[in-house]
Nanobody
Framework: QVQLVESGGGLVQAGGSLTLSCAAA????????MGWFRQARGKQRELVAT???????NYADSVKGRFTISRDNTKNTIYLQMNSLRPEDTAVYYC???????????????WGQGTQVTVSS
């Protein structure tokens, strides 16, 4: 059993900052790529940022220079520092992780429950 638990969402004014956290827990052998996705109302889920176990990062063009993804492998946790937030960043943010579990040593995708980020203008 593996769970991803997110925290840190909320309401912020445009230009403000928020930090999201996502911790993976359970029968984990290893975690490969982790990342953040978001889904605005009426839109498809889209990639925000990813980070490999070695620390390589990838960002959506819309957040480059404003968002920073980081990772603490000792805690199986990733963070998303979001600066200069805009109303168009409003969405439910989901954590994703490619996890190899102890029971099977198979890799599969896991998702968090989502956390709401609302940016007011």
């Amino acid at each position: 059993q593996v769970q991803l638990v997110e925290s840190g969402g909320g309401l912020v004014q445009a230009g403000g900052s928020l930090t999201l956290s996502c911790a993976a827990a359970g029968s984990i052998f290893t975690i490969n790529t982790m990342g953040w996705f978001r889904q605005a109302r009426g839109k498809q889920r889209e990639l925000v940022a990813t980070i490999t176990s070695g620390g390589s990062t990838n960002y959506a063009d819309s957040v480059k220079g404003r968002f920073t993804i980081s990772r603490d492998n000792t805690k199986n946790t990733i963070y998303l520092q979001m600066n200069s937030l805009r109303p168009e960043d409003t969405a439910v943010y989901y954590c994703n992780a490619q996890i190899v579990v102890l029971e099977t040593f198979w890799s599969r995708d896991y998702w968090g429950q989502g956390t709401q980020v609302t940016v007011s203008s």
